[in-house]
């Protein structure tokens, strides 16, 4: 396959698992954080932002690393189970989290986007 085609694919791949974690992402969380940002919710804005980075930056790491395309597409689920998860744990061992970001707690956002970060690097740092 040509190198721009290659290129082509796994950019339109990536974005497609960025798009379909955010739907995802979107539809598990108890609040709507669409709706929240569009009121000015910073704390949504936080949250969601860091979650996004967070799996991005394992999509970056697995487009990097990995040696197929499958193998990309694989890993790329694994990050966005991963990411998930951290999302249902956290959320319970806090306990807040849906009244917290409602009432637009900015620290609190910006505790649950950077512990998705810091999950999205430690995952994208074990695919290496």
Known sequence: MPAILAYLLHLATA??????FFVVYTRVTPYDEVHLIREGNGAAALSLGGTLLGFSVTVAAALTYTGSYYQFIGWG???????????????????????????????????????????????AGSIS
């Open 15 to 20: 974005i497609a698992m960025v798009m379909a």
């Open 77 to 123: 689920a694994v990050g966005m189970i991963v990411q998930l998860m951290v999302f249902v744990v956290a959320t319970r061992l806090l306990r807040m989290s849906k009244d917290q970001i409602e009432a637009n707690n900015c620290a609190f956002g910006g505790l649950l986007g950077a512990i998705s970060l810091s999950i999205g690097l430690i995952n």
